[in-house]
């Protein structure tokens, strides 16, 4: 299907002087309205890609906070809807999951997620940044799994309507809401197989936005719920309600929780998304949470009871855990025997607790993960645990790494690198912790975390909307400081093409030629 929001380019290698490459993203707090279409070739390409060619380039909306996912020739792509164009439903600050073809960056169907308006109004604090659809889809056959921007786990048909209305959700017209009563579903619009409301049917009370991507295991899907404080932001709105949840990937039934063990001590929200590993033999769920303690849980086996823990008066099990490390030093949490208050908005400080947002990286059965908070509630500090995935104690610590609530990446020689929000680029040795070398880059990053490719280290910074370059090895090497027209987060580099998503549009870049 042609669409004017798509624009393509046909093998046409970009000037050899023209400027240098871009990834990152940037949480703007202002809505800009609907962006406009591409104007020509020379303005959509960012630096850095000399000599590259652009494929093609697709029209988003305002806010884009997710990778693209690959599936064969397919990409889902979650962003608000600001830049929505349906024949009879309008945007409304919510979410916008797009299915486009890989090869041309055309429409296949689109499926909106219209903004759940209560979340504006007490004891909800949700959705007022329009953040839109902050989940990377998840692909498993021909389904497609992810965390709704309205506080719901969505399960949706790879085909949308093309292939019909497949249940048990048949109420996509309601779910939509178009302004048209008459309208009927086309092929181009999605089709949800069916939907868990952690609002209606779990009492969570998402904070801020329903940001992670769930966590597919045989036959179950582990979910963050994005449960946390309400609007004061002093306190959590419903500390019963679980913050991991499973659920059957076939049913959507409610499977297991944690229990509750968060309860008060959620420090803000709840974001980090869930991984699983297999350590020294051992299966398990890996969970940083939102109270900067990271989890380790047994995958849950409902035909073995040693795999969870039975509720004591009916309900769903529990899952069972492993371990629990604490991933704040002491005294970030208390000072002369009293508490040290967390950062928040409107009341910025570089000390206190943090949480886990990063997700946990597992390397030759080490977990590698940082402490971080909104950056709202600005630099801060932090620290970067090493831990033995198999007993869930430290291997090395370090507080050189300042607030981040990027993923780590590691190379093939054992070097570990990441930002901090201070503006900080580490580079250090995984087995030992010890700094390599250091970059000040002026701004710090937290929209995207670093990428390893073609021997080169990609970092973004949020404020200056930058594109750093660094030469991965033992010695300090900035390749490129590429400045970007707009935002964008982390690519995914799939048979040679990057493919590049930035606030206001996706970007395919033949990379590899």
Same mark, same amino acid.
């Given at each position: 299907?042609?669409?004017?929001?798509?624009?393509?380019?046909?093998?046409?290698?970009?000037? $050899?002087?023209?400027?240098?490459?871009?990834?990152?993203?940037?949480?703007?707090?202002?809505?800009?309205?609907?962006?406009?279409?591409?104007?020509?070739?020379?303005?959509?390409?960012?630096?850095?890609?000399?000599?590259?060619?652009?494929?093609?380039?697709?029209?988003?909306?305002?806010?884009?906070?997710?990778?693209?996912?690959?599936?064969?020739?397919?990409?889902?792509? @979650? !962003?608000?809807?600001?830049?929505?164009?349906?024949?009879?439903?309008?945007?409304?600050?919510?979410?916008?999951?797009?299915?486009?073809?890989?090869?041309?960056?055309?429409?296949? #169907?689109?499926?909106?997620?219209?903004?759940?308006?209560?979340?504006?109004?007490?004891?909800?604090?949700?959705?007022?940044?329009?953040?839109?659809?902050?989940?990377?889809?998840?692909?498993?056959?021909?389904?497609?799994?992810?965390?709704?921007? *309205?506080?719901?786990?969505?399960?949706?048909?790879?085909? @949308?309507?093309?292939?019909?209305?497949?249940?048990?959700?048949?109420?996509?017209?309601?779910?939509?809401?178009? !302004?048209? /009563?008459?309208?009927?579903?086309?092929?181009?619009?999605?089709?949800?197989?069916?939907?868990?409301?952690?609002?209606?049917?779990?009492?969570?009370?998402?904070?801020?936005?329903?940001?992670? /991507?769930?966590?597919?295991?045989?036959?179950?899907?582990?979910?963050?719920?994005?449960?946390?404080?309400?609007?004061?932001?002093?306190?959590?709105?419903?500390?019963?309600?679980?913050?991991?949840?499973?659920?059957?990937?076939?049913?959507?039934?409610?499977?297991?929780?944690?229990?509750?063990?968060?309860?008060? *001590?959620?420090?803000?929200?709840?974001?980090?998304?869930?991984?699983?590993?297999?350590?020294? @033999?051992?299966?398990?769920?890996?969970?940083?949470?939102?109270?900067?303690?990271?989890?380790?849980?047994?995958?849950?086996?409902?035909?073995?009871?040693?795999?969870?823990?039975?509720?004591?008066?009916?309900?769903?099990?529990?899952?069972?855990?492993? #371990?629990?490390?604490?991933?704040?030093?002491?005294?970030?949490?208390?000072?002369?025997?009293?508490?040290?208050?967390?950062? *928040? #908005?409107?009341?910025?400080?570089?000390?206190?607790?943090?949480?886990?947002?990063?997700?946990?990286?597992?390397?030759?059965?080490?977990?590698?993960?940082?402490?971080?908070?909104?950056?709202? $509630?600005?630099?801060?500090?932090?620290?970067?645990?090493?831990?033995?995935?198999?007993?869930?104690?430290?291997?090395?610590?370090?507080?050189? +790494?300042?607030?981040?609530?990027?993923?780590?990446?590691?190379?093939?020689?054992?070097?570990?690198?990441?930002?901090?929000?201070? @503006? +900080?680029?580490?580079?250090?040795?995984?087995?030992?912790?010890? +700094?390599?070398?250091? $970059?000040?880059?002026?701004?710090?990053?937290?929209?995207?975390?670093? +990428?390893?490719?073609?021997?080169?280290?990609?970092?973004?910074?949020?404020?200056?909307?930058?594109? #750093? !370059?660094?030469?991965?090895?033992?010695?300090?090497?900035?390749?490129?400081?590429? *400045?970007?027209?707009?935002?964008?987060?982390?690519?995914?580099?799939?048979?040679?093409?990057?493919?590049?998503?930035?606030?206001?549009?996706?970007?395919?870049?033949?990379?590899?030629?």
């Amino acid at each position: 299907m042609n669409s004017s929001r798509t624009r393509r380019f046909y093998s046409i290698p970009l000037a $050899h002087g023209w400027p240098s490459f871009v990834i990152l993203l940037l949480l703007s707090l202002f809505i800009l309205g609907p962006a406009v279409y591409a104007q020509s070739s020379r303005s959509d390409l960012p630096e850095g890609f000399e000599g590259k060619t652009l494929l093609w380039s697709v029209e988003l909306g305002t806010h884009q906070y997710t990778s693209p996912q690959i599936d064969g020739d397919r990409i889902y792509l @979650g !962003t608000n809807d600001w830049g929505l164009e349906h024949p009879s439903v309008e945007s409304t600050g919510g979410g916008l999951l797009l299915c486009l073809e890989r090869t041309s960056g055309e429409l296949i #169907w689109q499926l909106p997620l219209p903004r759940y308006m209560a979340g504006t109004t007490p004891p909800f604090h949700f959705n007022h940044f329009k953040c839109g659809l902050c989940s990377q889809p998840q692909v498993d056959g021909d389904r497609l799994y992810l965390v709704g921007s *309205r506080g719901g786990i969505l399960c949706v048909d790879r085909d @949308g309507q093309a292939d019909g209305n497949d249940g048990p959700f048949v109420d996509e017209l309601v779910y939509m809401q178009p !302004t048209d /009563t008459s309208y009927q579903l086309q092929p181009t619009d999605g089709d949800i197989i069916w939907r868990y409301d952690l609002i209606k049917q779990l009492g969570v009370i998402p904070h801020d936005a329903c940001s992670s /991507t769930p966590l597919l295991q045989g036959e179950f899907l582990y979910a963050n719920t994005s449960n946390g404080h309400d609007d004061t932001h002093d306190q959590v709105a419903n500390p019963e309600a679980p913050s991991l949840i499973v659920l059957n990937k076939k049913t959507g039934g409610l499977v297991a929780t944690d229990g509750g063990i968060f309860g008060e *001590r959620l420090l803000h929200g709840n974001w980090c998304s869930p991984v699983a590993t297999n350590i020294a @033999g051992r299966n398990m769920i890996l969970f940083g949470g939102g109270d900067g303690i990271l989890y380790a849980f047994e995958p849950i086996d409902p035909n073995d009871p040693s795999t969870y823990v039975e509720a004591e008066t009916g309900g769903v099990p529990s899952l069972k855990l492993i #371990w629990k490390t604490d991933c704040n030093p002491p005294e970030y949490r208390s000072r002369d025997g009293q508490p040290i208050a967390y950062a *928040r #908005w409107n009341k910025k400080t570089p000390d206190g607790p943090s949480e886990i947002i990063a997700k946990p990286v597992v390397h030759n059965d080490r977990v590698y993960v940082p402490i971080g908070q909104s950056p709202l $509630h600005g630099p801060g500090q932090g620290q970067l645990s090493c831990i033995d995935g198999a007993t869930g104690k430290f291997i090395w610590k370090t507080t050189e +790494v300042d607030r981040s609530i990027c993923d780590v990446a590691i190379d093939s020689d054992g070097l570990l690198y990441i930002p901090d929000y201070s @503006g +900080v680029m580490h580079c250090l040795d995984a087995d030992t912790g010890k +700094v390599v070398w250091q $970059h000040k880059m002026r701004f710090g990053a937290w929209t995207g975390s670093p +990428v390893l490719y073609d021997g080169k280290v990609f970092v973004v910074t949020e404020k200056d909307k930058k594109l #750093w !370059t660094f030469q991965a090895g033992r010695e300090c090497e900035v390749l490129q400081e590429a *400045r970007l027209p707009s935002a964008a987060i982390s690519p995914v580099v799939h048979e040679g093409v990057f493919y590049l998503p930035t606030q206001r549009k996706l970007l395919a870049i033949q990379y590899d030629e």
